[in-house]
Nanobody
Framework: LQLVESGGGLVQPGGSLRLSCATSGFTLDYYAIGWFRQAPGKEREGVSCIGASGGITNYADSVEGRFTISRDNAKNTVYLQMNSLKPEDTAVYYC?????????????????WGQGTQVTVSS
């Protein structure tokens, strides 16, 4: 089972990025996918999650209204569209998978993790 993040980079405040989480080795249809991030010197935190059906999405308060999570099971990929980026969004972003149901506040319940992609928001 493999998850590979991409789409990170350097962007100015107010800019946008779209992260991708490409999955392989399992049937994405049955898994919830979460996005997490870890800033330097801080603990990893949950950002967003989308349930297996795609009908349920969760967001951290800090990104609500700016980030949008979506999934394309036919492409085995989950996306995180990030708009109105702020310097405090700077972090390594990880995607992770668990069976069926989101658990954005319980990282330990996610079974499979990617290696992360760096997002830097700076002028």
């Amino acid at each position: 089972l493999q998850l590979v993040e991409s789409g990170g980079g350097l962007v100015q405040p107010g800019g946008s990025l779209r992260l991708s989480c490409a999955t392989s080795g399992f049937t994405l249809d049955y898994y919830a996918i979460g996005w997490f991030r870890q800033a330097p010197g801080k603990e990893r935190e949950g950002v967003s999650c989308i349930g297996a059906s795609g009908g349920i999405t969760n967001y951290a308060d800090s990104v609500e209204g700016r980030f949008t999570i979506s999934r394309d099971n036919a492409k085995n990929t989950v996306y995180l569209q990030m708009n109105s980026l702020k310097p405090e969004d700077t972090a390594v972003y990880y995607c992770a998978a668990r069976w069926n149901i989101c658990a954005i506040r319980a990282q330990g319940l996610f079974d499979y993790w990617g290696q992360g992609t760096q997002v830097t928001v700076s002028s």
